[in-house]
């Protein structure tokens, strides 16, 4: 057996470890699906073991990768820590961080992130900018914020740069949840069953074009004449509901709120239609090596473990 001394070998690891596919975990670490491939298949033979099996879905770890897993995150985690502590020996991390947030701060472990960043780096102050989170991407780009939390998907983004070879952004993906389609209370049967074509037809809250809810529309509905016409626009996820409980319209809502308003308030959810979506962590790439934005990712995964 050889001693794995690549760090990228065990980051490639233990995404897949946590994805369940590869080609997901190559899209979250920025690489090929055959890079990936070729990282397990040397870990597996550096270790001498049989690491993952093959699902319908993907890969799952086997009993071996399953023992094996819980030690290279540990591995990650302090490597991670080592980073950390030489950057705030060496004085480097000080300053302002601008942080561009979003939604709810426990949505986001807004106050967890910051108290791992006073922790770790008492001499970094932080400034909060708040807003949606198309508007933390175009902030990022005119550097009116260093790092933020972003909804959704990058790659519309990254599509507007002019060498599609290089990224444009180095992200962290921190969690994976889903939107649903909400509607007043007594709408149950007018919504019942019916798919993105019949719901576009009924009347919707209308949010702004930064905003991650009228992204995820435009996805659903590229055509920009199939789209649904909004009775009202409002940009403050509270305000939506609002407007649903008062009987106006549908809006997308993510799952556990829409969830906790079924049960309290009676809004009905659609039963045919969702979204699935991802909360990240974002900065641009050429950035990365400063010390402020690389100590925001060394507290975020305190935060994220």
């Not at 699906?33 to 073991?49: H, I, M």
Request: proline fraction near 4%.
């Amino acid at each position: 057996m050889k001693p794995v001394t690549d760090i990228r070998i065990l980051n490639a690891f233990i995404a897949v470890a946590q994805e369940g596919n590869i080609s997901r975990a190559a899209k979250r670490l920025h690489l090929t699906q055959p890079a990936v491939s070729l990282q397990l298949k040397r870990l597996s033979q550096d270790t001498g073991l049989e690491l993952f099996t093959r699902t319908a879905k993907g890969v799952e770890l086997t009993r071996d990768g399953e023992a094996l897993v819980a030690k290279a995150e540990k591995v990650q985690s302090a490597i991670a820590e080592f980073g950390q502590t030489a950057r705030r020996i060496n004085g480097n991390v000080r300053g302002t961080l601008k942080l561009g947030t979003i939604v709810d701060p426990d949505f986001i472990r807004l106050g967890t992130f910051l108290a791992a960043l006073v922790e770790g780096y008492p001499d970094l102050q932080t400034k909060l900018v708040h807003g949606m989170s198309g508007e933390v991407i175009n902030r990022l780009l005119d550097g009116q914020v260093d790092v933020g939390f972003f909804l959704g998907d990058l790659d519309v983004y990254e599509s507007k740069t002019e060498d599609a070879s290089e990224s444009l952004f180095h992200q962290k993906e921190l969690t994976q949840f889903t939107y649903r389609v909400i509607a007043p209370a007594g709408w149950g049967k007018r919504i019942a069953n019916k798919g993105w074509r019949e719901l576009a037809t009924m009347p919707w809250i209308g949010t702004p074009r930064n905003s991650v809810h009228n992204r995820l529309l435009a996805e659903v509905y590229p055509d920009p004449a199939r789209q649904p016409t909004p009775v009202c626009l409002v940009d403050q996820e509270p305000s939506m509901l609002a407007m649903v409980r008062s009987g106006i319209g549908l809006s997308l809502c993510r799952e556990s709120i829409a969830l906790e308003e079924m049960q309290s308030r009676g809004l009905v959810i659609s039963n045919t239609v969702k979204i699935d979506t991802s909360l990240r962590f974002v900065a641009l790439a050429s950035r990365i090596s400063d010390p402020n934005v690389a100590a925001a990712f060394d507290a975020l995964d305190t935060t994220w473990r």
